[in-house]
């Protein structure tokens, strides 16, 4: 009960400074900008701050791989559930796709930021292949097939010779030196937080830039009330394939990030449905729809495990007893946002109905069973 | 002919819920479409607004074929539908809400909000509130508000009377006319016989997926087995109802 009291008295907290921000003049805004910038770019990975947040692994290459994945991930996956309400469960399958591309294509002799480029392409292709046929399913439904999918990428490549199957791909290319960082010292991992960081603000700049235009207008509609948003005139279909080819686009992106970790390899098991649900996780805890909430959450469910490793495997006890309490005193996560309290006061929770079939007049109403 | 539908059905899944229904929509109406819990009605509107996809017949609206028109293209054309229930956005204000009736139109939308404030001052007091928040009867309002934004030809109405009071339920109907008064084509479905008949011009009956009577809403009144199957006789035809708990009970001695 205190707990939960604490818990809302800073939630009055976070409302009020959404509201100062909310009105804050531009230039403010610019300067908190700039000021997180700073701070991530020259106080994040100093030493000082290593000792504290992570004493017993390198703390340049946790903020790399898996904090900085995480967030890119979560990023991704918030634009799919957090802002059009579309449950996704195998949004690791186009994580898989684009480091699988890199992979691949570096095999064959491709420069790095060739196999960049396609291997956006290649899960943003894969994102409307996966979103075509079953973006007329709804809520549980829909979750089900996304699931299945992941699977199906993961026992894919582990089963195919020309894509290394169980082994998996080493040597994966890097990125060519530039502005003084090397991508080659395996001792050293800031050029790769670097271009994490980097990745990491492009993905912010387009997401909030979507959310305030008329697409985020229609993402938010459809999560509300999909049917309702049909009748206002929003084509509904091709709002969510674009949400799955925009999140699968993100998904790749850090796929391209990870690039096999340290050692530079990648393998089928690297991708495993728990890291589809952990990202879920991610999204949730920090507060669905908001990119702040979703950073917040991604970084301290990558951090948490890192931080606590002297507990061996209790500390994943104790990472899930954090979540079920955090997930009762605060389920509409860590910084959610003022429309999403709304939403989940309202008790849809925005995440789809959990109705079967989504029939237009132009196709035929698919044999899902009833509601 | 405005709105017309001929011989439609239409299914969910195995089910056929609507077996071949027509009806006519003139321009300038107020047309009411009246039947028990499940008769069919939500999904007749669901149908002509384009969220139901038909099996087989046809729906042309302004001289078009339009059966194969997807929703969001109907809205242009001139269809607009208040859902039944709850239909509005709850994370959205009330202003956010009437936005989105517009999301598919560009220009000026001051006089158009303007337009709606005027018809429901209660929205217009609680611009900066979450559609969730409201009351029942307020996001009913809200709903009409909203498909009034889309500028419709013909309104289409699921149940505007659902968990009202019964001064409220007055007050919606009088907004009802005052709208079609203002030049609006009106298709209204209700479970409160009694309201509608009186209300609208013409009426058509619809029991399990088929319409069983079409006359004047007047001659309606005063029919016998309207009389007892829907304006309070002995038939039980609201056994059923489950979210319509508080329209069922006004429905005997209202007018
Ligand atoms: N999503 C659905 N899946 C399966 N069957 C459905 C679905 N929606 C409606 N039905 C069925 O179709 C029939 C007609 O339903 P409809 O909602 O049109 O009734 P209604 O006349 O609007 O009833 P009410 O007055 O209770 O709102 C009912 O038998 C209902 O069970
Ligand atoms: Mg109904």
């Known amino acids: 009960m205190n707990l939960k009291q604490t818990l809302s008295a800073r939630s009055g907290v976070s409302d009020r400074i959404r509201d100062w921000w909310a009105g804050a003049p531009m230039w403010t805004r610019w300067l908190v900008y700039l000021l997180l910038l700073l701070f991530v770019v020259f106080v994040l990975p100093t030493e000082g701050v290593a000792s504290i947040m992570s004493p017993q692994t390198d703390w340049i290459t946790t903020l790399w791989d898996p904090i900085g994945i995480y967030i890119l991930l979560a990023l991704g996956l918030n634009i799919v559930v957090g802002q059009a309400g579309l449950l996704d469960l195998g949004f690791v399958a186009f994580f ?39 973006l007329r399913l709804r809520g549980d439904y829909l979750a089900i097939v996304t699931l299945g999918f992941g699977e199906i990428i993961r026992i894919v490549a582990r089963n ?63 999560r509300e009330d999909e049917d309702a948003a049909e009748l206002m005139g929003v084509p509904t279909f091709k709002f969510k394939l674009l949400a799955f080819f925009v999140g699968a686009m993100v998904g790749g992106l850090a796929g391209t990030g990870q690039m096999g970790g340290v050692q530079g390899y990648i393998q089928p098991e690297n991708f495993p449905f728990i890291l589809s649900a952990t990202i879920l996780v991610c999204v949730v805890f920090g507060g669905s ?33 954090v979540l079920v ?29 959990m109705g079967a079939e989504v029939a237009t007049p132009t196709t035929a109403a698919p044999e899902v069973g009833g509601k | 002919m405005l709105l017309e539908i ?27 479409l009246i039947g028990a819990n499940g008769a069919g009605k939500s999904t007749t509107l669901k149908t002509i607004s384009g969220l139901r996809p038909l099996t087989s017949g046809r729906i042309t609206f302004d ?57 429901f001052p209660r929205l217009g007091e609680r611009k900066k509130q979450a559609g969730g928040t409201m009351s029942g009867g307020e996001q009913q309002m809200l709903a009409i508000g909203r498909a009034l934004m889309t500028k419709p030809k013909v309104l ?61 809403a007047a001659e309606l009144l005063t029919d016998p087995e309207v009389r007892a199957a829907y304006l309070g006789g002995d038939l039980a035809v609201d056994e059923a109802a489950n979210d319509t708990a508080v329209d069922t009970t006004p429905r005997n001695g209202q007018d």
Not at chain 1, 300 to 321: K, V
Not at chain 2, 67 to 84: A, D, F, M, W, Y
Not at chain 2, 93 to 116: Q, S, W
């Open chain 1, 325 to 353: 309490i955090m997930m009762i005193v605060r389920p509409e996560g860590l910084l959610p946002s003022r429309q999403r309290k709304a939403e989940m006061q309202e008790g849809t929770g925005g995440m789809g109905s």
């Open chain 2, 63 to 119: 001289g078009k074929d339009i059966s194969k028109v997807p929703g969001h293209k109907r809205v242009l054309l001139g269809i607009g539908q208040s859902p039944e229930g709850r239909g509005i956005f709850p994370g959205m204000t009330v202003e956010e809400n009437l936005h989105m009736g517009a999301y598919a139109r560009k220009g000026d939308l001051t006089k158009d909000m303007a337009e709606v404030y005027d018809l």
């Open chain 2, 6 to 32: 001929e011989d439609i059905h239409v299914h969910y899944g195995k089910i056929e819920a609507l077996k071949g229904v027509s009806l006519q929509v003139d321009e300038g109406e107020i047309v009411t």
């Open chain 2, 156 to 216: 289409l109405l699921d149940e505007p009377s659902m968990g009202l009071a019964p001064m409220l339920i007055q007050q919606i109907f009088k907004i009802i006319e005052e709208i079609n008064r203002r030049g609006t084509t009106v298709l209204v479905v209700e479970q409160n016989a009694q309201q509608a008949l009186s209300l609208a011009h013409r009426a058509y009956v619809i029991e399990t997926g088929k319409v069983v009577k079409s006359a004047p």
């Open chain 1, 96 to 134: 898989a796709i684009g480091a699988y591309s890199v992979g691949v294509l570096g095999r064959e002799g491709w420069p790095f930021w060739g196999t960049v480029v396609a291997a956006l392409a290649i899960a943003a292709i894969s994102g409307i292949v996966l979103g075509a046929p079953t």
């Open chain 1, 160 to 222: 195919t010779t020309y894509i290394g199957d169980s082994r998996g791909i080493s040597d994966l290319p890097r990125p060519p030196s530039m502005f003084g960082l090397d991508f080659n010292d395996v001792l050293d991992a800031s050029a790769f937080y670097y271009l994490i960081v980097a990745m990491i603000v492009l993905v912010i700049v387009i997401s909030v830039r979507l959310n305030k235009s008329r697409v985020g207008r229609a993402w938010a509609a459809i």
């Open chain 1, 289 to 321: 729809g908001n990119i702040p909430g979703v950073i917040l959450g991604a970084f301290i469910i990558a951090w948490l495990p890192e931080r606590f490793r002297f507990l061996d495997d209790y500390r994943y006890m104790l990472f899930g007893a």
